[in-house]
Structure formats: C-alpha cells, structure tokens
C-alpha cells in the first residue's frame, strides 16, 4: 500500500469574522480549503489557474484569486468570502442589491469575482467612469452578459452605496 | 396581454429582477459541484496523451495499490457493464455513419483526450494521483488531422470499421444553380474558413452520481439541459429502465450547448456509483473543458451576381471537421450550417454540399449558434467580398436580396419555412442607431490622419425552437401550474434554464395569465421525477415552448379560481375580476387564499363546480414544424426565425495588426420581449461570443493532434475593456404561430457580430486591398495580411 500522508500545516484565519484554527495540507488551495472543508460553496472553480475570477476572496481587504493561493501561506489574515458580503440574517449589502435589482448577473457563476471586484473599486473610486469599471473588472471572465449589464450593476452600486452612506 | 406599459398590472414586458437572482449574489445558489453526500467519492480520469493509438494493454496494478482509491475501471472492465452512448441525433437519421461511442476506449484511441481509464478514490487528491500510476502501454499512429487529408481515398479511417472518414455528405439544392451561374455577369469566389472555438462557460461541466440502496436506483446531479432526454440515454447505456434513474439538473453556470449530453463522464460516474454503492463525483477541469470542440468549417462560396448586385445563384461545397465521433448533438450542427443557406436571401438556385467529416481531433459539442452562425459567417463574409468587387455599398447589396417583409411566410429553397421577417427593416434600424452614413465620413477623415476605420455589417437568421423527427429533439415541451390551498404558485416546467433568466419570464406568463402576484410563484425546473417529460434547453426554445405551455395550463387554473370564486361571492362567474391576487365583483371581493382553500376544503359544496385540486398540465406544440417530407424529401425542423442585423465599428493598428472594436449596433428581431432586460443580456451575451470567436478565441494542435489550448492563457475570451458599447434595438415582428409572437432569443448574435466584425476589418483595410477570411482575426494574422498586401501592391495609392 501507497499512502499520500503529508505533513501537516497550522494555520489560523478569520473567515467572515469568526476565527478557524485549522490543520491543514501544504499543498491545498485556498478555494479548495474553502469549499472541501469549511463549506463557503459560494466561491467557485472556474479554471485553477487564476485566469476566470469565479474563485475571487478577499484576503485583508484585498481581491484575490484563492484558486492560486495555497493556503498553508495564510495565517493570521481576514478573509471574506461572498457568503460575507451579507449579514448573518441573510439581508443583501447595497451591492449585492445593485447587481440584483439591474439584472448585473445571467447565471452568476461569476459572482464573487464581480462582487469583489466592485467592491474593491468603490472603496478607493466612489464614482467610476465606465472606463474605470472596465478595468476594474478586467480580472474577472464574464461569459454571459458581454459586460454591458455589469458595467450598469456596477454605476447603479455606486449610486448606491453612496446613497446609504449619506 | 403584453403591455409594454411600466405602470401597466400586467408583468409581461416589464424588466423585473429574477427570482432566482438572490441565489447567485449572495453566494447560496447550488450549483452541481456545490452538492456532497454521505460517503462521497472523487472520480479522476486517464485521458489519452495521443491523437491515434492502440491499446496493447493497460497496467492498474500500482493504481490499486494506493491507500484510499476504491476503484479503477478501464475500458475493458467498462464494457461489462455498460453498453454504448446512444447518440442525441443518430447520424443514421441523415444518410450518415454510426461509430461505436463507449465511455471509455476500448482497443484503441482516436483523439486527444479520450477516456482510457478512470479512478475513484475518497480524495480529489488521491484520485489524480493515482490516475498518474496507471501503464498505458500504446502503438502510437499517424494521425488524420486534416479534414482535406482525411478526404483523401487512401487515408486510413478514424473509425476503424469505417471506408472512409465521412460521416455524411448532403446536397442542399434547389433550382437550376448551373445555368445561373454560367449566365451570371460576375461569379465571385470566397474561401471562408471558420476555425475552432467553442463555449466554455465559467462553471465547467460536473456529476455527481449517487447510489440509492432503498429503491436500487440512481440519482445523477448534473451540469445538464436536457434532464428526460438524458434519462433515455442512460437507461441504454447502463441497462437500467428510465424509472430507476433520476436526473437532477440544479442551478446552471452557462451552458450554451455544452451541457447537452452523451458526454462519456455521465454513464462513469452512474455505473462507478453503482458498483461502489456510493455517490461519485466528477469535476470537469478547464483543459478538460477545452478538449470539447466546435464549429471548424472551411466554405467554398460561389456568388453568380449581376452587375446590380442581385445574387441568382448561391454554390457552397464546405467541409466541417467535426473530430471524432462523439454522442453528443454536436457534430449535427454541419447540418444546420447548410440547411440554413441562403440565410435571409431570396436566393432560389442553390447548390450547396456538405461534407461532415471525422479527424483525430477531439470531437464537438453542440456551441450557441448550433451551426446557423457559420452560415452567417460563410455568407457574410462572401457577399462583403461581392459588393466589394462590384463597387456596391454592402448596405445596399443586402437590402436588394434580401426576401422582404410581405414574401412570408417563406418557403426556402431548402424546405424550411420562415415564419415571419423583416430583414431590411432590422438592418437599417442597426445601420440609424450607429449612424452607419456618418461613420462612413468619420472613415474618410481618419484615413487622411493615416488611422484605419472599418465598417462592418453583418446579418444571421437564427432558426429556434428545433424539432428533429425521430430524436428526442422535440418542437413542444409541458408545464403544470399548480396552486396550494394557501394561494401560492408553483411551475414545474419541462424546459430547463442555462442561467439565463427564463424561470423569471416562465412566471411573469404565469402571473398575468392566473392573475397573481409575481413574488406569490416558484418556478421549478430540471428534475425528471418532480417536472413534467420535457426536452430541456436548446434551440433558443425555453421561452417559446415553457411560456407558452405554462400560459396554457394557468388559463384552465384560473378558470377553475373564477368558478369557485363565484360561487362564493355568489356572483356570475363572468363579472369575476382576478389580477395580481385580487379578485373583486362590483363592490364584493374576497381574497385568493379563501378560494384557493375552498377549492380543496370544500369539494362536496360550494367547490363542487370544478374538478380539485388547482392544478393543470398543459402542451404547447407550436405549428409550422413539418416533418412530413415534401415531395423533394425536405422537411422543416423549426416554428420561429429569429434574426438580427450588425454593424461593427472597428479600428486596425497598420503597424501591428491589433484590432480595437469600438462600437457595436444590433437590431434583434426576437418576437415579443416578455423581460427587455433579460433578453438584451441574451444578445449582448452572443455578441461577446461572436467578439471572441472573430478576434481570439481559437483551438489549436500540433501536427501530431495534441491540442495546444489548455488554458484560458491560450484560450482567449473577452474580457471586459473587449466588448465595446452594445447600441442595441429591438425590432418586434410576431411570430403567428407562437404564444404572443414569440421568437426564441439567446442564439442571435454569435454569427452576425462575427460577421460584421470581419467585414469591419476588411472594409478598414481596404485601401491595401487586404481580404483576410481565414479566422480568427488575430494580430499576427491581420498583420501579415497587411504586410503581404503592400509587398504585392507597394505602388497602390491610399484612397
């Protein structure tokens, strides 16, 4: 008998704000680490080479592509994956209620690199030129909409989420 | 009914939010892979490194010796089990060939990336380590790459049983093309090729097939659009009747043909269920995704003009690689290629000749357009190349041949009929929303600045809602509306959705026709033990055919909701007034939850005037469907020709063959727009296909058959700085065959933004006299193109 035991890493991350201690392989992905084991389905596998975004997380604020992110390199860090962009009573964050309303998505597989994508553009830019969005969404693969609806979902989010700031 | 009005009660026109978009944005949409069971398995699969080999033997022994793999099944131990993958269209039903499709090879291989053996294992890990352990001991082949080569008398057949590499050959041909064309004052030639390039949605394609011990039967999760047809080809394929197998189909990440079955992994993964007694998943990876091919097709486009630019004849000898065999519907989209000719034409002399052969390549699947789009492109391309050498506006040369609005219904030279156009009106709507007239002086000043300006038009009719004789391509599908005794609503459709809106459209049907509120319905769909027999999504037909038959058996519900109403109220029943939940009758009113509840409470009494429970099943089987052959032996497979026309606004970089598209018009004729928003997504969603399929998306090999794109780093899809402004109008002419007209929409786009993309180069280059159509329209291409042209013509002026 061939056994694949490997060793084992420790890692402690806070997802969604509640803290995991987690025992973990060297070698497994943050998406895989996230969907396998902890159960955030919401976060998809569209290529595992970092190319589509339907993996997309925030790790520290920050977009990033957990297919390509071993996770054994975390420890210590916040992440927020799409199941946390809404609050526990499952109530939609102005931007999530933006791509809803506008019909930002078609079959949303996309979702989580759009969300956070957009997210990560309105905090730093409130007010995007159509331009701006593009280039913001560029690291994420939409095969359904051609990009028109999303560039609408995301202006109607911006017009949004100032408006709930204010 | 049909209201476009905003304020109107009627949901019908409106462009309200999904109901099922909640799912999606905030993550808890449960897509196939999203599902685990108990014991859950992993399967991984041995794919063939060779386009053509035999087996001489394959060694398992050091697979099996790993800890925590369950089973591995090669093709010799598969076909104890299970039989052969029926096809989705037999190619026997058109005068074709059949191949043997296993599920895993058996004796030898004929392309890249055929299963060869499969491990199943308690860890994804495991399973793809353990597939590395396996021998495969092959005799490497010459393979036929080449469907020119693969023609030839003394290639050796991809299928071994086989005399030749054609799967079937079809004359598509009317009139008398010979004598047109020897009178014709110009024939012009274009030799159109269309590469290969295919679907890819983001979530790729996943089963997870459970063994269910109770009642010895199988439930398969699945990335599927067609859940009853697919239950036919399983219960062939693993010797079980259709009642012991169940196929759920839940929320879909883009299909677009892909998702249509007899793939090889959905008979793996049931029979590897059922022979470990666990639930066994696979997940498709990206390189996997892209082994599935499409749409490769070189045409030899013969137009006899006149002078004036009227076409009296159209010849078309193509050839489409289809790769090798495969069950899935794919390679029958060669035959849509040609039965579609001459598009939107009143061209009458035809001779057109389909040759659909099979390579060492991995073998298509069906891919949005289902072939309509390579017509489009074939003679797009070729009529742009016509109006060129006869000095006619491409504008002007399409109005003058195309069949016009009071010619329909239109019987086509090849036995179609079209129900319902209005070909030149769609395209000057596309030409005055881009402002086609000024663009051409736009051109003209920029060229004298040394910038190169292109304007493109493209046009595609769509045939939608197919109906093949003799396949489980069916032109009807089923609906049940059924109303709780509480009032609220379900719909349980026979037609599936890709992610694209239709369960929303279904219910705003359901809505105005029962007279309830839009929030009060689910639509339930993809189930084969919960949903109507129905035939999925394909052919651009869910709305059609799941709408129209959900309108019918909300008519014969609410009918029922009147009569107790009535009684009730004890009013006349035809002083009842039903519509957003509330029902009212002069000055009396009483709410929808009393009847509802009255209808299953009260059936001895006050009920008793209708037959309980709220319920009703409906058909809609549209007309114009004829499958009774014609006296030349044509039938014809659709009820509705949607269409649309383009105009692609493109600018080439001379220096280094980079193409920018900067604005896209389209006019799309659809019929009616039950969600406007949902089916402007539709088009704009098929222009991003037509975008990528024209300007970077390609499939490509080496000479010994080993596919090189494997990644979306070789495979290059639009991204968002890609896709310009989409200027879109919607020009609305009924269908009277269907329910309120409509057309189908979803496949319209792909062929005719391609098109129009093309042309838009080639129009910008033609001051170089550039004629590139050999797609796609990469940098490198168009760049030598251009750098051919000047070394042929270094004196041409620059008009």
Redesign the interface.
Known sequence: ????LEDTVLIQLRINGKYHELEI?P?VSLL?LLR?ELN??????????G??G?CTVMINGKTAKSCITLASTLSNVDIT???G??DEE?N?SPL?ES??????????????GM?FLTKELLEDNPNPTDDE???A??GT???????????RAVKDAAENISASKS | MGNNDENSDLYVGKSVRTLEGKGPVSGRAKYTSDFNFDGQLYAHILRSPHASADIKSIDTSAAEKISGVVKVLTGEEAAKYIDPIPHYIDPTGLGGKVATIRCLALDYVWCYGQPVAVVVAEEKRIAQYAVSKINVDYDIKDPVIDPALALREDAKPVVRDWDSNLITQLPFSNGDPEKAISSADEVIQTEVKVHRFSTQPIETRCYNAVWEAETESITLYGTVQNPHPLRNVLSKVLRMPENKIRIHAPTIGGAFGLKMHGHPEEGLMCILSKLTRRPVKWVESREECLLVGAREQVHNVELAVKKDGTITALRDNFVANTGAPSATPGWAMSFLTGLTMPGPYAVRNLDVLLSAVVTNKPGWNASRGYGKEVTAMALEISIDNAARQLGIDPLEMRCKNFIKSDQFPYDSPTGLIYDSGDYSGVLMKAAKAIDYEGWKVKQKEALKEGRYIGIGIGFELTPEGGAVPGTLVAGYDTSSVKVGPDGSVRVLTGVTSPGSGNPTGIAQIVADELGVKLDTIEVIQGDTTTCPYGFGNASGRSTIVGGGSAAKAAKKVREKIIKVAAALMEVDEKTVNLIQGNITSGDKSISLEEVCYAVYTRAYDVASVVEPPLESTATFKPGLIRHTPDENGRINPYPSYSNAGFIAITEVDIETGQTKLLKISVAHDCGKAINPILVEGQANGAISFGIGGSMSENIVFDENGRQLTNNFMDYVMPRAHDVPEILQSHHDSPNPVTYMGLKGAGEAGVGGSASAIVNSVNNALSPFGVLITDLPLTAPRVWAAIQLARKNQPQRKVA
Do not use: V
């Open positions: 008998m061939e056994d694949l392989s070698s895989d396998d955030f389905k919401g976060t998809h596998m569209g290529c595992m080479t190319h589509c339907a994956t799409i199941e962009l809404s499952g939609l999530q791509f809803w309303n506008t019909a930002g998505f078609q079959c949303g597989y996309c979702a989580p969300l969005i593009k280039t969404l560029e693969l939409c095969r359904c909409t051609g990009y028109q609806s999303l560039i």
